[in-house]
């Protein structure tokens, strides 16, 4: 949650503080605000707006101009979005300037002491006692007097400082928020994201949890918060400024549905070895004595939240069916507070597109405190939960910038499917089977591909269903986790209250709901399990209710029975949810268009949860 960025040099920073803000308003667009010092006669000026970054950037006069800035967009924790609250907050002598992502957990505390020394609050913000912390303990250095502050802060931040008794400098620090510095030439940045910066450097060091960065124009000096120099590494950002463009699309979310052919191929490159009937994930092998657990698990826990705790559920099915090892899904933030029993042979993957959800790391966290072996299955390469475990794989699918996640989802249900092979294949799965499913993962892109072609079938669909206030979503087995996604797709970004169930549960309480008014999307593909389906169908029909099927091409006995059908090609049963997913996030996007709201960034939602 919440995106900064920073800029020190000798050219104009406002274009490239309201560029880079916009490339991480997908972290947060209550408020945003920046600070800009001109350096004539030690003149700043600071803005501040509530609501998007277009806001704000009306709000910057033309003639106002600096080469020293640090900028913020917002995603409210600590106060509501308004102009006090939101950021760069100042301290009370008005000299010191802090940007933040994160949260200082024990700032009452530290609020009452700032209190009793006479330092007073405008906003409700945790973020505005750091500020002051900071000048209470500011004697003529300010990177002594951040460090000072930030051994008492409890919590996490990722923060951007500047002192105007020190204006050729800008201070970053780091723990537990992604934080990185871009490199230029006679000019240098800091971020929360590579994608801020793009467009001036390919440059970066990332920064570590505990660490400090001194930047001037031209030099960046790395440290700890207990002052040992940290020699880093200069790493180049290996996105292209087209994976984080809308290239032509009216919203990102289209660009990364449509993108799915692609990434679906991506996630699978250089993994697939068809004539060993097997994957190879190198982020596993390369940590033998992680991959011999793994391989020799008693017990999976998979954590995650939201979608990705989706594809978990598609992981249970898939890992107990083929790999035998029983798993359980936990919602990371039930794992961390719970008790659950980790043995000497538990394995705990921790599923996250951002790699930075707080209650999932936090779910890490706990489990090597108990003792497990822990695998991440990340798309942010370098983030948090990518570091913090101990293997993983990632999924190679590109930045993900529409807030509603799409190509993440498909990318993580071929990587739980890479990594049940492979154990699979270690344990009783043969050859045969091996090379059977790795024909159909290679189908994928091309099937995925023809399904995206039919979107204007769902379009339509999407049109007459518009003005709905409910919507159920049913599916079986590996279809069950993709009626919740299809749900939780709508939800977030139609507003319209949607449940998925299991096709079967309806009839133990939401068929009450059902009615003429009740449009109700059915998982109906030709599975093992295809015949319940259909009895459900015709359960649902039998009340008056409005069926949309999602079935597979040449099933004709589905239009009977349906109001209206979606075909999808046939793949192999564990494979299915990443074709039959792309309709469903197709109505949800078409319904929100038509219902004309701002698809890539719902209301009170953010890309990436980095609180509780
Ligand atoms: C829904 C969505 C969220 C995320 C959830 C976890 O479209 O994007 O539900 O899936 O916040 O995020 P990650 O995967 O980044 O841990």
Redesign the pocket.
């Known amino acids: 949650m919440c995106g900064i960025v920073g800029y020190i040099g000798n050219s104009d920073c406002v274009r490239f503080l309201i560029d880079g803000l916009k490339r991480v308003e997908y972290r947060g667009y209550d408020s945003a605000g920046v600070m800009i010092y001109s350096g004539k006669d030690r003149s700043n000026v600071l803005i501040k707006k509530t609501g998007r970054i277009l806001e704000l950037e009306k709000n910057i006069d033309k003639n106002i101009s600096g080469n020293i800035g640090i900028g913020h967009t917002r995603w409210a924790t600590h106060g509501e979005p308004n102009d006090e609250n939101s950021h760069p907050h100042v301290s009370n002598n008005e000299k010191i300037f802090l940007v933040h992502n994160g949260i200082i957990e024990n700032y009452m505390s530290l609020k009452k002491k700032l209190e009793k020394h006479g330092y007073s609050f405008y906003s409700e913000t945790d973020t505005e006692i750091l500020v002051n912390l900071i000048q209470y303990n500011y004697k003529d250095d300010i990177e002594e007097a951040v460090k000072i502050a930030l051994a008492e802060v409890k919590g996490t931040y990722g923060i951007g400082v500047f002192c105007l008794d020190e204006p050729d400098k800008l201070i970053a620090a780091k723990l537990g928020s992604p934080l990185l510095i871009g490199i230029g030439n006679g000019e240098n940045y800091f971020a929360s994201d590579p994608a801020s910066i793009l467009k001036s450097t390919a440059e970066v060091v990332y920064m570590e949890d505990g660490e400090i960065a001194v930047i001037t124009k031209n030099s960046v000096v790395h440290k700890t918060l207990t002052d040992e120099i940290v020699k880093k590494t200069v790493e180049t950002i290996s996105i292209e400024l087209s994976d984080i463009e809308k290239s032509g699309y009216s919203h990102f979310m289209l660009k990364e549905i449509f993108e799915q052919p692609r990434t679906i191929n991506d996630t699978m490159r250089g993994r697939l070895m068809l004539e060993e009937g097997a994957p190879k994930l190198g982020g596993l092998t390369q940590h033998p004595e992680i991959y011999k657990s793994l391989l020799n698990a008693e017990k999976i826990f998979i954590v ?5 705790w989706h594809s978990a559920l598609i992981g249970e099915y898939m890992l107990e069916e083929y790999a035998r090892i029983p798993v359980e899904v936990e919602y990371a933030s039930e794992f961390r507070y719970r008790d659950p029993i980790i043995t000497p042979k538990t394995v705990v993957i921790a ?7 707080a209650d ?1 790391l936090a779910a890490i966290k706990e489990a090597k405190r108990k003792g497990a072996v822990t695998i991440g299955i990340c798309n942010v390469v370098g983030s948090t939960i990518s570091k913090e475990t101990d293997a993983g794989v990632y999924l190679h699918a590109g930045p993900e910038i529409g ?3 799409t190509k ?1 989802f498909t990318s993580q249900v071929i990587t739980l499917a890479l990594i049940t092979l492979d154990i699979a294949r270690h344990k009783d799965m043969s050859f045969r089977q091996g090379y059977k499913i790795i024909k159909e993962l290679k189908l994928l892109p091309a099937l995925a591909e023809s399904i995206l072609e039919n979107s204007e079938k769902i379009r339509e669909i999407a049109h007459k269903f518009k003005n709905a206030s409910n919507f159920l979503y049913l599916g079986r087995g590996y279809n069950f986790p993709v009626a919740l996604e299809g749900a ?2 709508l939800k ?1 970004i139609s507003y319209i209250h949607a449940e998925g169930y299991p096709a079967a549960e309806m009839k133990h309480g939401p068929i009450a709901l059902i009615d003429e008014n009740m449009p109700v999307i059915f998982i109906a593909i030709k599975d093992s399990i295809y015949d319940k389906v259909v009895t459900n169908i015709k359960e649902v029909k039998a009340r008056n209710g409005v069926v949309i099927s999602i079935a597979s091409y040449g099933d004709d006995e589905i239009e009977s029975i349906s109001d209206y059908v979606i075909k999808i090609p046939e793949t192999t049963n564990l494979l299915s949810p990443v074709l039959t997913v792309i309709p469903l996030q197709l109505m949800a996007y078409y319904i929100a268009v038509e219902r004309g709201l701002n698809v890539d960034m719902p209301r009170n939602l953010a890309k ?2 980095t609180v509780e």
Not at 304 to 308: L, N, V
Not at 351 to 357: C, H, K, R
Request: aromatic fraction near 0%.
């Open positions: 995650a939240c939201g979608t990705s599923i996250s597109q951002s790699g930075e959800t999932t807030v509603a996640s993440a939780l797709k977030e990436s949860v």
